[in-house]
């Protein structure tokens, strides 16, 4: 069965440093998003991402946050500067129609 | 802000038992999805529903999509230990991407 497939899946930084969390989706599927799930806390949405731009993002998802898609298969989420507070699972996931293959998460820490 | 209530928030029933998981809001949706995940991986999809009024079945699990489109049920008979984890559900609003994820269900089947 088709995977979303996150590297790396652990990631430990230290406060103030740039991250760079990587997906690769489905490869037939269009459409592309980032959701974080704080530890205890329910899944949170961060941002969708279709035809190469940003469709939607929440609050979350402030000057800090970048997402690209640079090839045709990588989808990447770039924290610039980490804080404590980013510290969470980042799952990755993606979409044909109905319903998300969501990947296995990267657990980011920051130190 | 969308909300999506899920009860009960822990479950422990025995083996051979039936249960229900509500899942509640106060927003409608295009659709409703029911994951399940487990400690360290992202959620797995277990079924969408589109349809207001809608029932699902997947095996021993039955899913059912509220009349008004704002609430669903997981109904589990005759539960096994594999049925052991955490169920989410997660709703898309209309016109919108976003997944709003529940509360989440941690259920414990007792061999």
């Known amino acids: 069965e088709p995977e979303v497939t996150q590297t790396p899946s652990h990631q430990v930084t230290q406060m103030g440093q740039e991250v760079i969390l990587r997906c690769v989706p489905i490869?037939?599927?269009?459409?592309f998003y980032w959701y974080r799930q704080i530890l205890g806390q329910k899944v949170e949405f961060l941002v969708s991402f279709y035809n190469n731009e940003i469709s939607e993002k929440s609050e979350i998802f402030d000057d800090q946050f970048s997402v690209e898609r640079p090839d045709g298969s990588n989808f990447t989420l770039k924290i610039r500067s980490t804080k404590l507070e980013d510290s969470a699972m980042y799952f990755c996931?993606?979409?044909?129609?109905?319903?998300?293959?969501f990947g296995s998460g990267t657990r980011l820490t920051v130190v | 802000t969308q909300l999506l209530e899920q009860s009960p928030q822990f479950l422990s029933i025995q083996e051979g038992e039936n249960l229900t998981v509500y899942c509640n809001s106060s927003?409608?949706?295009?659709?409703l999805q029911w994951y399940r995940q487990e400690p360290g991986e992202g959620p797995v999809l277990l079924v969408t529903?589109?349809?207001?009024?809608e029932v699902k079945k997947l095996k021993r699990l039955t899913f059912q999509f509220g009349d008004a489109r704002k609430d669903s049920s997981l109904h589990i008979t005759a539960a096994q230990p594999g049925d052991t984890g955490l169920y989410l559900c997660a709703g898309e609003p209309f016109g919108n991407e976003k997944l709003t994820f529940g509360t989440g269900t941690r259920l414990t089947i007792i061999p």
């Open positions: 529903v589109v349809t207001g009024g």
């Open positions: 490869s037939n599927h269009l459409y």
């Open positions: 996931a993606s979409r044909a129609w109905l319903g998300y293959t």
């Open positions: 927003s409608v949706f295009s659709s």
